[in-house]
């Protein structure tokens, strides 16, 4: 199943594209997520692989699931101060910056952090459109 999708006018020179993976390189990801997800004590470690525009090289990230208390803060945060400022501060705290996890350019080149921050709201407006009444 290939799922493409490119990161809106913010940040035009990223493409998010997981057809780009083969099969056995999804799963070693995945398996490498689940690593993460027990080393952190996290319920989910979420994949973020982007491929630079000029070398075509894979840049991977990966970053938690955010907590419930880290979830109603985001919300409040939307409500009163704006969703991308919410997506900074859930981006700094859940993007995993140690040995042998994210890329560091996913945390020190602006595109790649504009791109993880609306990456890290998706999942609080997820969470929202879960409990919405049909």
Not at 17 to 36: G, R
Not at 94 to 116: A, N
Request: aromatic share 8%; net charge neutral; glycine share 4%.
């Amino acid at each position: 199943m290939a799922i493409k999708k490119t990161v809106e006018d913010t940040q035009p020179k990223i493409d998010i594209d997981y057809s780009v993976l083969s099969e056995q390189e999804t799963l070693d990801l995945e398996a490498h997520a689940a690593q993460l997800a027990k080393k952190h004590g996290a319920s989910k470690v979420h994949i973020y692989v982007a491929i630079d525009p000029e070398t075509k090289e894979r840049i991977v990230g990966f970053y938690k699931d955010p907590s419930y208390i880290q979830k109603i803060y985001a919300m409040d945060k939307i409500a009163t101060v704006g969703m991308f400022t919410a997506g900074e501060e859930l981006r700094s705290a859940l993007v995993l910056k140690g040995e042998g996890e994210s890329d560091s350019r996913i945390y020190t080149v602006d595109d790649y952090k504009l791109s993880m921050a609306s990456a890290c709201i998706t999942l609080i407006q997820v969470a929202k459109n879960a409990f919405k009444k049909k």
